[in-house]
């Protein structure tokens, strides 16, 4: 006789997930994940399990396993999109001028991908101008980052695996079943244990400025294959709350935990900059070893650049909550105004 008492068994995390959906149902996008979570609990047809890791298997893992924890889905319950159409900015009405977008410029090609859209999906596997890249976001961490998928002689494919580390979101690759961190840009385990993903330039900053900034342009549509509510604004909740909704160590207290920062690694060195210490639309100068920068922010377009002084080099940079920032890299610089 089957034993029923898997089926009962509800983590923690879950029983978390859902006291925010209570706190404000539909408005949190959280209902969806743990309608995923219960049914890749009760679903006969759910692919074999690991332990707790949704199928994966992390005993490689250069991460304590006790701190990989399930965000409410299994394996895929959040669907990356893998052929994503793209149409002009013109087309888009479902967007609006305050909307936030991630920008990637390859060549002379830009495309932007809609935070709204990117919330359902949270990776966008696309290739742009002949480079295959991964558009990757993180609503928890606030975390909107672009990687080159050609990892070797390899192009993977990424997916959700319906696990987190301290608090962000847990990528795998479809052609070897490694799981990769997205803000330490490595594999945490499996064949492709402590490989580094290139991390690529962005920009993250309002429709109506991108539109203005690139009007030849193209843009992810609402046909992602899967039907979501992308005109709702999820996770409200948690952007307004001072809480986390996941335990993460905190070793820096200068800042809240949900300040914004822009962070930056050059040469290894990682450095934080707070956006509300940043003078609005003026160039600020520092210097990562010997590397001279420029960092700018635009609050009304709430573009942030990181630029190499002498080149003028978009440098790879990411708006991101001060506490995911500061778990990941606890030796950050962390500038401040003088």
């Known amino acids: 006789m089957k034993t029923l008492r898997p089926k009962l068994i509800v983590p923690l995390v879950v029983v978390t997930a859902i006291t925010w959906v209570f706190r404000e149902p539909l408005r949190t996008g959280l209902a969806l994940l743990v309608a995923g979570a219960i049914t890749g609990t009760t679903d006969a047809t759910a692919a074999p399990q690991h332990g707790s890791f949704n199928g994966f298997n992390v005993?490689?893992?250069?991460?304590?396993?006790?701190?990989?924890?399930?965000?409410?889905?299994?394996?895929?319950g959040i669907p990356s999109i893998d052929k994503p159409k793209f149409i002009r900015h013109s087309a888009a009405k479902f967007m609006l001028p305050d909307d936030l977008v991630v920008s990637v410029t390859v060549g002379e090609k830009t495309r932007a991908y809609p935070l709204r859209i990117l919330v359902w999906h949270e990776i966008v596997n696309d290739e742009?101008?002949?480079?295959?890249?991964?558009?990757?976001?993180?609503?928890?961490?606030?975390?909107?980052?672009?990687?080159?998928?050609?990892?070797?002689?390899?192009?993977?494919?990424?997916?959700?695996?319906g696990l987190l580390h301290y608090s962000d979101v847990l990528m795998y690759d479809r052609q070897t079943d490694s799981l990769w961190s997205q803000l330490a840009m490595k594999a945490v385990s499996g064949p492709q244990v402590n490989t580094s993903l290139e991390w690529l330039a962005s920009e993250h900053l309002t429709w109506a400025a991108w539109k203005e900034k690139y009007p030849q342009g193209e843009v992810l549509s609402t046909q992602t294959g899967t039907q979501r509510n992308y005109s709702g604004s999820a996770y409200a909740?948690?952007?307004?709350?001072?809480?986390?909704?996941?335990?993460?160590?905190?070793?820096?207290?200068?800042?809240?935990?949900?300040?914004?920062?822009?962070?930056?690694?050059?040469?290894?060195?990682?450095?934080?900059y707070p956006l509300k210490s940043l003078p609005p639309g003026q160039p600020v100068r520092d210097e990562i070893k010997s590397a001279a920068l420029e960092i700018i922010f635009h609050p009304g377009s709430q573009l942030a650049e990181v630029r190499r002084v002498e080149s003028g080099e978009l440098l790879p940079s990411v708006k991101v909550y001060w506490f995911a920032w500061q778990a990941f890299y606890p030796q950050t610089g962390l500038w401040q105004p003088k």
């Open 59 to 76: 005993s490689n893992a250069t991460i304590p396993t006790s701190e990989i924890l399930s965000g409410g889905p299994g394996r895929d």
């Open 128 to 161: 742009l101008a002949g480079q295959p890249i991964a558009v990757t976001y993180c609503p928890l961490c606030g975390t909107a980052m672009v990687f080159n998928r050609q990892v070797g002689n390899r192009t993977l494919s990424f997916g959700v695996s």
């Open 237 to 272: 909740s948690y952007e307004h709350s001072p809480n986390t909704m996941f335990p993460v160590p905190t070793t820096r207290t200068e800042l809240p935990k949900k300040a914004w920062v822009v962070g930056v690694i050059v040469d290894g060195v990682a450095r934080a």
